[in-house]
């Protein structure tokens, strides 16, 4: 962390939101590793990007939450301050080397990007092999409330070192992608989000009460969808559902909100690191998301 005043440490402190209603469990994981998550094997060398990071201050932070100390990969430009507020939400894998890259890719522009371990209470899901036991022994046990307490927390963190949450936008990926559809009905703060490829319909419990079809007339910001016309994980008739919502809704926000497909594309086509890669898509996704941001005041 970098430095602080007493005064700033206090308004640090009067930003990091109030304990959870519900209880949680200790951190079980506390420092960010190295590497691919095992289950993003085998990396495609020949295409996955690497950033340096030459000109930025980029690595581990530590996050102060609720309940305790959470990881993060932290980059921004290594001269100035105020920088605009990314806060970047991990794929099923976390927060592994393309998170990392994207958060670079992020400083590069000018930008402070966050990327916070968001199952580090449940486990580490870089230790697992295999998509399916991710999904049952760490997913699956993250609440929705929990993880948008954490983003809050980081939005907190930003404020405190150099960053200008009144310009704040979030991305995700995946899941990551259906979080940034859920913060951005949560946090009034949230000028933009961008969502690659997340799940937009899925059952209602009480860890993930609302998916993002049932918030699509609630947004506080307008949300970019970048979606693939092939990913079978998310049907099509479900995209037009919410891009049918988000355009009846008399809610600014909604309304001014919309989806663009890939016809060719199948899910994940940003992850260079995987075999999913399209590089025109994502190249074009990348700079559309750019515009959004800018258009939106982030």
């Not at 530590?62 to 301050?81: F, H, I, L, N, W």
């Amino acid at each position: 962390m970098n430095d602080a005043t007493d005064n700033l440490q206090a308004d640090y402190d009067s930003l990091v939101p109030p304990p959870l209603a519900h209880s949680r469990r200790g951190f079980l994981v506390t420092a960010l590793g190295a590497g691919f998550a095992l289950a993003a094997q085998p990396v495609m060398a020949q295409t996955a990007v690497t950033t340096s990071s030459e000109g930025l201050t980029a690595g581990e932070i530590s996050v102060p939450t609720a309940d305790g100390a959470m990881p993060a990969y932290r980059a921004q430009p290594a001269e100035g301050k105020d920088f605009p507020v990314i806060l970047v939400v991990q794929e099923i894998f976390g927060v592994h080397e393309h998170i990392k890259d994207v958060c670079r890719r992020l400083a590069k522009l000018g930008y402070l990007a966050i990327a916070p371990e968001l199952y580090a209470r449940q486990g580490d899901p870089r230790l697992y092999s295999a998509i399916p036991e991710i999904i049952a022994k760490v997913v699956s046990k993250v609440p929705d409330a929990q993880v948008l307490s954490d983003l809050d927390a980081c939005v907190a963190w930003a404020q405190a070192n150099g960053g200008d949450s009144a310009r704040l936008g979030i991305t995700g990926f995946c899941w990551g992608g259906r979080t940034t559809w859920l913060y951005a009905a949560h946090n009034p703060k949230v000028k933009a989000g961008v969502a690659w490829y997340g799940r937009l319909v899925g059952a209602a419990s009480d860890l993930t009460p609302k998916q993002p079809l049932d918030l699509a007339s609630a947004l506080h910001a307008p949300v970019l969808g970048l979606y693939g016309g092939l990913d079978q994980g998310i049907p099509q008739d479900t995209v037009d559902k919410m891009n049918k919502a988000l355009a009846e809704s008399n809610n600014p926000a909604s309304k001014t909100s919309n989806i663009h497909v890939y016809p060719n594309a199948p899910h994940a086509f940003n992850a260079d690191y995987r075999a999913s890669y399209r590089k025109e898509e994502a190249e074009d996704g990348w700079k559309r998301m750019q515009a959004w941001f800018r258009q939106n005041g982030v």
